[in-house]
């Protein structure tokens, strides 16, 4: 059997031996070789334990840092796009706006021209039709739609300068139909006298006559031939009740021998509207209509302008 001797040294310089052959020796180094490989052991242990234990607490540290960042980007697309529905809803109510009086100016453009009832109704789609011919769907994205918006705002306010633009080349041309004088003065009745020289009813010399006479019976309506102001509405000397209209453009028309006048001075007449009644007063030999017409105030023949309606 080999013996393993060990010398140390004390203090006072002495050495000392111990004999590792004796079994109460070497149980004992078994003893300490046994406690400290179960103290590096428990070391190692309580250091991994450590370390496992502070792992789970970074990791969730990073996922809330990371679920945070996350929760941001979302409120700020969030806001985006709340930001862009509103910016969408502002221009789609424009566009709305910019279409309800394209309707309201198709309407009135409609009544001026006197289209049939029906032929031409804004109220409602137009009409179309054809085979259907499926496409490949496409997707559009924010920038195409938004274009197409653009465009198609830029073509509405286009069309509305356009229409805008005819509706009032039409509305002075219905103006001025409504205001340019034509038409007969009176519902029944016939010309019993004609414009230009004639004999006088009550001298029997030859005389200017400014206008045409239409005989008829006490009381039946005169009406207006055309739109205008009522510049004169009272008695004036040799023409008894009379009722002057300005119609604008240099025109006036005149309605003398009434028996009422139904209109007053300044009031505002359309075409065909009731002004008078026949009568006699003034210068008549019976219940008649006499009716001129002046341009820039000058007298001119109102036949023209009777057969004017007819024509």
Request: aromatic content about 6%.
């Amino acid at each position: 059997m080999m013996n393993v001797i060990l010398f140390t040294r004390r203090r006072n310089g002495a050495s000392s031996q111990y004999d590792l052959s004796q079994p109460r020796m070497m149980v004992g180094l078994m003893a300490s070789v046994a406690f400290v490989t179960a103290g590096l052991f428990m070391s190692g242990f309580l250091l991994s334990a450590a370390k496992h234990q502070v792992e789970p607490d970074v990791q969730v540290a990073q996922m809330n840092s990371e679920l945070a960042a996350k929760h941001r980007e979302l409120e700020a697309a969030r806001a985006e796009a709340q930001e862009n529905l509103q910016a969408l809803s502002v221009r789609i109510g424009q566009i709305q706006a910019h279409v309800i009086r394209l309707d309201a100016l198709g309407q009135r453009l409609t009544q001026i021209a006197d289209l049939d009832e029906g032929e031409f109704d804004f109220t409602k789609a137009p009409p179309r039709g054809g085979p259907e011919m499926p496409l490949d769907r496409e997707l559009i994205n924010n920038e195409d739609f938004l274009t197409g918006l653009d465009d198609l705002s830029h073509l509405i306010a286009d069309r509305d300068k356009q229409l805008s633009v005819l509706e009032s080349l039409m509305l002075t041309k219905h103006l001025e139909a409504e205001t340019h004088p034509a038409g007969r003065p009176v519902k029944a009745g016939w010309i019993s006298s004609f414009y230009g020289t004639r004999r006088d009813p009550f001298t029997g010399s030859r005389a200017r006559h400014t206008g045409v006479d239409f005989a008829g019976r006490a009381g039946a309506e005169i009406t207006s031939v055309g739109t205008g102001v009522v510049s004169w509405s009272a008695d004036r000397y040799g023409y008894g009740n009379m009722v002057e209209i300005n119609h604008g453009n240099g025109y006036r028309t005149r309605y003398a021998h009434n028996q009422e006048n139904l209109v007053e001075l300044g009031e505002k007449v359309e075409k065909g509207q009731k002004i008078a009644l026949m009568g006699s007063t003034g210068r008549a030999t019976g219940p008649n209509l006499h009716f001129e017409v002046l341009r820039n105030g000058r007298s001119t023949d109102p036949v023209k302008f009777i057969k004017a309606q007819a024509e």
